[in-house]
């Protein structure tokens, strides 16, 4: 069984035991799971359904693998940069992305 989902703009095919890193987003500090709700297709080998955008009562459990604040992440280090040919000018910008690292414990359809 795999589900597709929607958390922070982007989508996630996601299984059961899956490990992904999803937006950072606010959870308080003594929960032990998420519920995404934006559940777009789910399928269990047999049947699908699909959303029009969203599937009414489904939901993906998610739990953290250590405490809520421990499962910040972070995401690989960019070099942006900004250049302008012939002007003798250049500017290199680091950046770093924060996730949050979930398991995915059920699908709920």
């Given at each position: 069984m795999y589900a597709i989902i929607e958390q922070g703009g982007k989508q996630y095919k996601v299984s059961q035991g899956d490990v992904i890193n999803i937006e950072l987003t606010e959870?308080?500090?003594d929960a032990k799971?998420?519920?995404?709700?934006?559940v777009l297709f789910v399928?269990?080998?047999?049947?699908?359904?699909?959303?029009?955008?969203?599937?009414?009562?489904?939901?993906?459990?998610?739990?953290?693998?250590?405490s809520?604040?421990?499962?910040?992440?972070?995401?690989?280090?960019?070099y942006p940069m900004h250049f302008r040919?012939?002007?003798?000018?250049?500017?290199?910008i680091g950046h770093r992305q924060k996730y949050l690292q979930v398991v995915i414990d059920s699908i709920e359809a």
């Open positions: 959870v308080p500090d799971t998420i519920e995404l709700d934006k399928s269990d080998g047999q049947t699908i359904q699909v959303g029009a955008p969203y599937l009414d009562g489904a939901k993906v459990v998610a739990s953290f693998k250590v809520a604040e421990d499962a910040v992440v972070k995401g690989p280090k960019l040919r012939r002007k003798n000018s250049s500017k290199k």
